[in-house]
């Protein structure tokens, strides 16, 4: 009976914290996992641009015209919608 409290607490730590945390990193592995050339992204450091080649753990995002950088692959945050980028 002593053990009780402890145990719901535990499931409760992992309702609120623990599974939703797995959850938005699954989400992120998923959306690296599918980048392709062309995407329009938007970075961790609020950089963005187009996906010009895709490497094993670096991707080349053109921000402007004939202005390239690299980035690793877990640094791209959001695919944004085509044509986001023209209308800005």
Do not use: C, Y
């Amino acid at each position: 009976m002593s053990l009780l409290p402890l145990i719901i607490l535990f499931v409760v730590f992992w309702f609120l914290l623990l599974r939703p945390q797995m959850k938005k990193a699954k989400e992120h592995r998923e959306l690296v996992a599918k980048l392709q050339k062309g995407d329009e992204v938007l970075t961790n450091g609020g950089i963005a641009g187009r996906i010009e080649d895709l490497g094993e753990s670096f991707v080349t995002v053109e921000v402007a015209d004939k202005v390239a950088i690299k980035v690793q692959r877990g640094a791209i945050t959001a695919v944004l919608p085509k044509g986001t980028l023209k209308s800005a």
